[in-house]
Each structure stands twice: as structure tokens, then as C-alpha cells.
């Protein structure tokens, strides 16, 4: 599990930096386009906004993952022990519930998207690409918190201490 855990990640930070990149780099091209060369050069725009939606969905299970995501924790704080690994457990299950949900329809939508044949208006991409974001993000976010679900069921089986260390819900 924890290799399955840690090759997803590498495949976040490869995503995030590429897109990242790819964004600084058409926004740079399309400022000094339009302030020094005026040249009808329109796909600039929609090549940034396109890396920041995969940066924005991919983003989330970053912050799903590593707890640095706004969360309300006075009911977790003041639990102790496996009550608090249960309620872990039951916000990962409502997050899993949620994210599979929206897979689901992503996936529909891709697939409606693919049949159509839709392209974007500048760089004449198949809008499965853009919409692709939703599905590699959401399941990128179900297997992740399945795994973290599964490591609060193995913890709370075993009868180890929730106490040591953070339990992000």
C-alpha cells in the first residue's frame, strides 16, 4: 500500500511541476505577445487556464493527503484513542462516498465528450483532455483515501494508539 501511496505522489509532484511550467511559461509568452509582438497568437490563454485546472484538481489531493487542507478539528482534538481513529474513519468514508460520485460522472463525462468529438476553440484540443482533470484527479483522491481508510482499519484492528500522531479527517 505504501508504494501504491508513494508512486501516486510522484505522479502528483510530476503533474503539478509540468503543469506548472507549462502555465508560467504560455502566460509569460502571452503577456509579452500582446505588450511587444501584437501577434494574433490566441491558444496562450487557453494552454494556462487548462494547466491551472489540472493544478487546482491535482492540488486538492494534495491537500486531501498531507492534512493541509482547512478542516474543523474540535471534535478530533478532544477525542481519544480509538474513538478518535473511528471518527477518522468516518469522514474518510464520506470523502470516499463523495469522490467516487464525482469519478463516476467524470468518467460519464469524458465518455460523452469523446463521442461527440468536441474540440477547444484555440488549441483544437479534444475536450476530453481538459476534462480528463476530473476523472485523474478524483481517482487519484479515492485511491488515496482508500488507502488511508484501509491503514486507519489496520490501526484500529491492531488497537494502536491514535494519540502519537495526527489523524487528518
Keep these: 500500500m505504501k508504494k501504491v501511496l508513494k508512486g501516486l505522489t510522484t505522479a502528483e509532484n510530476f503533474i503539478m511541476a509540468v503543469t506548472f511550467a507549462l502555465m508560467v511559461i504560455c502566460s509569460f509568452a502571452q503577456v509579452v505577445n500582446r505588450n511587444i509582438f501584437k501577434l494574433p497568437i490566441v491558444w496562450f490563454d487557453e494552454a494556462s487556464t487548462y494547466c491551472m485546472i489540472y493544478m487546482a484538481l491535482i492540488g486538492t489531493e494534495i491537500g486531501l493527503r498531507d492534512?493541509?487542507?482547512?478542516?474543523?478539528t474540535a471534535v478530533t482534538d478532544k477525542l481519544h484513542g480509538s474513538c478518535k481513529g473511528i471518527v477518522s474513519l468516518?469522514?474518510?468514508?464520506?470523502?470516499?462516498?463523495?469522490s467516487s460520485t464525482?469519478?463516476?460522472?467524470?468518467?460519464?463525462?469524458?465518455?460523452?465528450?469523446?463521442?461527440?468529438?468536441?474540440?477547444?476553440?484555440?488549441?483544437?484540443?479534444?475536450m476530453t483532455v481538459p476534462y480528463a482533470a476530473l476523472v485523474i484527479s478524483f481517482a487519484m483522491i479515492v485511491l488515496v483515501q482508500l488507502g488511508m481508510a484501509?491503514?486507519?482499519?489496520?490501526?484500529?484492528?491492531?488497537?494502536?494508539?491514535?494519540?502519537?500522531?495526527?489523524?487528518?479527517?
Excluded at 492534512?67 to 474543523?72: D, E, F, L, R, Y
Excluded at 468516518?90 to 463523495?98: E, M, Q
Design 67 to 72: 492534512g493541509s487542507q482547512i478542516a474543523v
Design 90 to 98: 468516518c469522514a474518510k468514508i464520506v470523502v470516499l462516498i463523495f
Design 102 to 126: 464525482i469519478l463516476i460522472t467524470a468518467v460519464k463525462m469524458v465518455a460523452v465528450q469523446a463521442r461527440i468529438g468536441q474540440t477547444s476553440a484555440a488549441l483544437r484540443l479534444p
Design 150 to 169: 484501509i491503514e486507519i482499519v489496520i490501526k484500529i484492528a491492531k488497537g494502536d494508539s491514535f494519540e502519537d500522531e495526527e489523524v487528518e479527517a
